[in-house]
Every structure is written in structure tokens, then in C-alpha cells.
């Protein structure tokens, strides 16, 4: 009975094509000339022995495309004879639906009805020319495959990478990059919330790459010219020019993310995307390179405090010239002591003092001589 259902149900779906009164009438006249010639056995056995044939016929389809059912390649045939109800596809976010994968639209191609959302465009091609389908509602022509589906939508993609600074120094860095197909010089709108160019869609499906594993998907090539730009980025710059410090202020990384993001674009103009932006993050380094670093920055501290404390004082003696000599000593013993506690507060610094002793505000030579 299940069977018996099943095969209504076959028929049935068959026959809401266009072409069912065509193929009605195929059984009609084959029924009419069975009987006419041999009676009621003729007329029955002509429309099986034609069903038979064209069953017999779609199995070649079947070893041909690798269908996964035998239904699938004689349905096919009898859409491909009389056109008969057409398998619908919907395709949205750049993927062809997982279940459909082994339907005959998506094996040997139409006749069919493909739904393209907005967010995506879709790569025909028959008798080896391209077509592009954007969206809305298309007819696959007999023979006419899908080769690929484009995600409109900007994507974003991200990786961590191992580069190194231009005075050798190895560093750990994530990166990313955001990006979209290009648009032809054509603004977003509400009736076209992603416009593409044309050349750009076949330019990311066709112009590909190849490696060990096969071509490599469009969007995978623009992450990986990004990694190149970055390392070569950090190599054209030593690691105290791109490390951030507090003391120092953040290295001009708006500048930086702007000629990484002009490098991108450069290097994926050719696979048809427009790079919205390219950036990487704070610098990992090994921890001893790190410790020496921030001995070194906290040297280069204590100078720069320094320096500002003698030109202070060089100051405030200047203006105080015709004080007397205790008041010249209370100044310097004050400011010394200012810029000292000031130094002390930084973390990972070391306190040199350059005055000897603080209570008497003389330096050494002076207290020898005494």
C-alpha cells in the first residue's frame, strides 16, 4: 500500500508541470494505437513498454551525474521530454541548500526554477559560458549548471600569525579584515541592499588558487593576503616603533591600519573584493624579550624625568640667581625629591641618585673637599 502511495504521489508531482497535458496525451495515443492494433492488452502494454523505455534511457543520466536515486534520474528525463513540473531551488547567504546537494539541479544542471535571495549571486554555465544570476527568481535552461554561489554580504574573517620585527625580534599578532565583493561604484538601497559588479563575481569565482587541498573559496584568499601584508608590515618596523608603551602614547596605528588596508586591496583587487578594512592587534612577545624591554623603556623614564627636573631647576636658579646660598640648596633638595617619588611610582624601574646626599643637597666631590 505504502508503495502503491508513494508511486500516486510521483505521478502525481509529475504531472503539476506544464507539459502534463502533453504527456497525457502521449499515453492517450499510444493506448488508442495498442488497442486499435492488438486490443486491450495492446493498449495497455504500449504505454508501459514507452514508460519502460524512457526509464531504461534515464539510467544512462543516473551513471552519468552520479544520482543518488533512481527516481531522480527518471524524473529528470521526463522533465527534460515534456516539461513537466520543475524542481525549485532556493538559494540564499551564498550556499546552495545542503539537503538539494545530490538533486539532479544540482548535479547536471536544468531545467529548473532557482530562487535567489538577496544577499547572494549565483555563477550558471552552459555550453561553457558564464552567466550570472542576481537576485530574484530565474529559469535554468536545460543543461544550464549551477557552478557557484557568492555571498554578497560583507564578511570578516580573523587568524593569528607569527611575524618579525625588523631588529629580529618574533612576535605573535592576530589579524582581520573585513571585505565584500566589489560593487561597480554602486551605492546600497532599499530595492538593492547589496549591489555587485558583474566582472567582480566571476573574477572571485574563476580567478582562483590552488593548493594541496584544491582551489581555495574566495573569501579564504583574502585572509591570506592579509597575514602576508601584515608580516610584511611588522617587518619594516622595529619592535619599539610598534609596541605599544604607555609613557611613549600608542604608535600611529591609525596610519599603520590605512597602509595595511591600501596593501590588501592591492594584493585581491584582481579576485573581485573591495577590502572595508585590515588591522592586527597588540604584539605578543616572548617573555624575556618583554622583561628587557621594559628595563629599557624604564631607563629611558628615569632620563626623560630627569632631563625635565634639570631643566626645571635650571629654571627656577635662573630666576632665583641673587637668593642666597641655603635657599638655592632648599629649591634643589625639593625638586630632587619630587622627581625622585615620581620615578619611584613607575613599575620595573630602578632608582639611580645622581644628587648623593639628599639631606645636605651637595654632590659628592663637594662633601670630599669639606
Not at 173 to 185: P, Q, T
Not at 242 to 253: A, I, S, V
Not at 288 to 316: C, D, F, G
Request: with cysteine; proline share 6%.
Amino acid at each position: 500500500m505504502r508503495g502503491g502511495e508513494r508511486m500516486l504521489k510521483v505521478i502525481r508531482t509529475l504531472l503539476e508541470g506544464p507539459g502534463y497535458s502533453l504527456f497525457i496525451l502521449t499515453l492517450m495515443v499510444l493506448t488508442l494505437i495498442g488497442a486499435y492494433t492488438s486490443g486491450l492488452v495492446g493498449g495497455i502494454l504500449m504505454p508501459a513498454i514507452w514508460l519502460g523505455t524512457v526509464f531504461l534511457c534515464s539510467q544512462f543520466i543516473h551513471e552519468a551525474f552520479d544520482l543518488p536515486k533512481r527516481s531522480y534520474a527518471f524524473r529528470a528525463m521526463l522533465s527534460y521530454l515534456y516539461n513537466l513540473k520543475f524542481a525549485v531551488l532556493s538559494v540564499k547567504e551564498g550556499k546552495l541548500p545542503q539537503k538539494a546537494k545530490d538533486k539532479p539541479m544540482i548535479k547536471m544542471g536544468g531545467p529548473g526554477i532557482m530562487k535567489v535571495a538577496a544577499d547572494t549571486a549565483v555563477v550558471t554555465e552552459k555550453g561553457g559560458k558564464p552567466n550570472v544570476r542576481g537576485p530574484g527568481s530565474h529559469f535554468l535552461a536545460p543543461g544550464e549548471k549551477i557552478v557557484e554561489a557568492v555571498d554578497l554580504r560583507q564578511q570578516v574573517r580573523s587568524a593569528k600569525i607569527e611575524a618579525m620585527t625588523r631588529d629580529g625580534i618574533p612576535v605573535k599578532v592576530n589579524c582581520s579584515v573585513g571585505f565584500h565583493i566589489a560593487r561597480g561604484n554602486r551605492n546600497p538601497t532599499d530595492e538593492e541592499p547589496y549591489p555587485f559588479s558583474q566582472r567582480a563575481v566571476l573574477w572571485a569565482v574563476y580567478n582562483k588558487s590552488v593548493t594541496d587541498a584544491g582551489p581555495s573559496p574566495w573569501h579564504e584568499r583574502v585572509i591570506a593576503a592579509t597575514q602576508g601584508a601584515v608580516r610584511e608590515l611588522i617587518a619594516r618596523y622595529t619592535l619599539d616603533e610598534l609596541y605599544d608603551t604607555p609613557r611613549r602614547g600608542t604608535p600611529p596605528r591609525p596610519r599603520l591600519m590605512e597602509e595595511l588596508r591600501d596593501s590588501v586591496q592591492r594584493m585581491v583587487r584582481s579576485r573581485g573584493v573591495e577590502v572595508d578594512f585590515a588591522s592586527f592587534g597588540t604584539l605578543e612577545i616572548p617573555e624575556r624579550v618583554e622583561q628587557r624591554y621594559i628595563e629599557a623603556w624604564a631607563a629611558r623614564w628615569q632620563a626623560e624625568a630627569l632631563q625635565k627636573t634639570v631643566s626645571e631647576l635650571s629654571q627656577v636658579l635662573r630666576k632665583h640667581g641673587k637668593a642666597g646660598e641655603d635657599a638655592v640648596d632648599e629649591i634643589v633638595r625639593i625638586r630632587a625629591l619630587e622627581a625622585l617619588e615620581a620615578i619611584a611610582k613607575e613599575p620595573a624601574t630602578k632608582i639611580y641618585f645622581p644628587f648623593g646626599d639628599l639631606k645636605s643637597g651637595r654632590p659628592p666631590l663637594e662633601r670630599e673637599q669639606d
